[in-house]
């Protein structure tokens, strides 16, 4: 059963930081390039970082690059995103993706930045 599950969400304030992580199982994670998404209430999700299966390369939406670091351990099947600078506009439902042909998506955690 493939399961992917965040954690590390949570209500910070403007300018703090927060490490996501996301466990995954059920699949060869080693295999999957994997990424970030996020939803804000009223708006469509969107891409926030990607990193390749070895790690090797990243990819950041311009609106988090130089404030966000996407990681991961293959060995641990873990993937992180670690959240500096966080401001309001941060606000949203963050997601865990897989990709390799297939498609697995987590349930999401959410994070708020106060102002």
């Known amino acids: 059963q493939v399961q992917l599950v965040e954690s590390g969400g949570g209500l910070v304030h403007s300018g703090g930081s927060l490490r996501l992580s996301c466990a995954a199982s059920g699949f060869t994670f080693s295999l999957y390039t994997m990424s970030w998404h996020r939803q804000a209430p009223g708006k469509e999700r969107e891409l926030v970082a990607t990193i390749t299966s070895d790690g090797g390369a990243t990819n950041y939406a311009d609106s988090v690059k130089g404030r966000f670091t996407i990681s991961r351990d293959n060995v641990k099947n873990t993937v992180s995103l670690q959240m500096n600078r966080l401001q309001p506009d941060d606000t949203a439902v963050y997601y865990c993706?897989?990709?390799?042909?297939?498609?697995?998506w987590g349930q999401g955690t959410q994070v708020t930045v106060s102002s």
């Open positions: 993706h897989a990709i390799r042909g297939w498609s697995y």
